[in-house]
Nanobody
Framework: QVQLVESGGGLVQTGGSLRLSCAAS????????MGWFRQAPGKEREFVAA????????YYGDSVKGRFAISRDNAKNTVYLQMNSLKPEDTAVYYC?????????????????WGQGTQVTVSS
């Protein structure tokens, strides 16, 4: 069982930056693929980024490539999402997710554990 707690959301102006953190409980953090998803009102949950178990491989949704960066610190059981050049369309609740195993997937259906979400609002 893994518990995930996100932090770092908030209100930021267009072009600004935020760094989200996701702290995981448990001793097996390094065995999980970690992902970030987001969901805006009335829309489906969207893949944002994912990192392999050791962080050497990272993946991004098309809408955030070049602006967002995922990283993880297995010693701290934490995964991060650095968000730069934020746009109003980035406004959403951002969720951290964990998936047991080595394979990386971009669909939320493949993830086993979820955090409660943190709100990110980008004003124009």
């Amino acid at each position: 069982q893994v518990q995930l707690v996100e932090s770092g959301g908030g209100l930021v102006q267009t072009g600004g930056s935020l760094r989200l953190s996701c702290a995981a409980s448990g001793r097996t953090f390094s065995t999980y693929v970690m992902g970030w998803f987001r969901q805006a009102p009335g829309k489906e949950r969207e893949f944002v980024a994912a990192a392999s178990w050791n962080g050497d491989s990272t993946y991004y949704g098309d809408s955030v490539k070049g602006r967002f960066a995922i990283s993880r610190d297995n010693a701290k059981n934490t995964v991060y999402l650095q968000m730069n050049s934020l746009k109003p369309e980035d406004t959403a609740v951002y969720y951290c997710a964990a998936r047991a195993g080595l394979s990386v997937y971009f669909t939320p259906l493949r993830y086993d554990y979820w955090g409660q979400g943190t709100q990110v609002t980008v004003s124009s």
